[in-house]
């Protein structure tokens, strides 16, 4: 079993055509804030996974909240997205521009979680695809070297 990296770090993928507000707004905003906003400039995912974060509850993690409330990032820098937006041939995205103008935005996990509890900002990881039925959401970074 593999240890967790010292630093390890999480990841973010979004359009360029994104940066300028997400520099001008400051942050990252979480799905549900962006539908509330009128959307990003450029979408990139799909449409029905984006959805359905938006009802899926974290269950006993944050029971008053849903996936789509949080900022999207992964532990694994090469996201499956990267591969959907290179094929192009998806049925449930609308970006065919491939992976050219993608920004792989990084961060480090725990000055992420410092700053969500400073501010006191709900937080957490799930095991899995957290869209899916069975991935189950934690907020104890403890978690992380069960999982590995």
Same mark, same amino acid.
């Given at each position: +079993?593999s =240890?967790? $990296?010292?630093r $390890?770090k999480?990841y973010h993928?979004t359009?360029?055509?994104?940066?300028?507000r997400?520099?001008?707004d400051?942050?990252l905003? *979480? /799905?549900?804030e +962006?539908?509330?906003?009128?959307?990003? !400039?450029? *979408?990139?995912?799909m @449409?029905?996974?984006?959805?359905?974060r %938006?009802?899926?509850?974290?269950?006993?993690?944050?029971? !008053? @909240?849903?996936?789509?409330?949080?900022?999207?990032?992964n532990?694994?820098? =090469? *996201?499956? +997205?990267?591969?959907i937006?290179?094929?192009a041939n998806h049925?449930d995205? @609308?970006?065919?521009e491939?992976q050219r103008?993608? %920004?792989?935005? !990084?961060a480090d996990?725990?000055?992420?979680?410092?700053w969500?509890?400073? !501010?006191?900002? $709900?937080?957490?990881?799930?095991?899995?695809?957290?869209?899916t039925i069975? *991935?189950?959401?934690? =907020?104890?970074?403890? =978690? %992380? /070297?069960? %999982? @590995?």
């Amino acid at each position: +079993m593999s =240890r967790p $990296p010292v630093r $390890p770090k999480i990841y973010h993928i979004t359009h360029g055509k994104n940066l300028r507000r997400i520099i001008a707004d400051g942050c990252l905003w *979480s /799905d549900a804030e +962006m539908v509330a906003r009128g959307g990003p !400039e450029q *979408s990139i995912g799909m @449409t029905r996974v984006k959805d359905d974060r %938006l009802n899926k509850s974290l269950g006993a993690c944050h029971p !008053e @909240t849903t996936v789509g409330q949080y900022v999207p990032f992964n532990f694994c820098y =090469r *996201s499956v +997205m990267l591969y959907i937006l290179h094929k192009a041939n998806h049925p449930d995205i @609308t970006y065919r521009e491939g992976q050219r103008f993608i %920004l792989h935005l !990084e961060a480090d996990l725990y000055e992420a979680v410092a700053w969500a509890n400073g !501010e006191q900002r $709900p937080w957490a990881f799930t095991d899995g695809n957290a869209r899916t039925i069975y *991935s189950q959401a934690y =907020r104890d970074l403890a =978690r %992380l /070297d069960q %999982l @590995t």
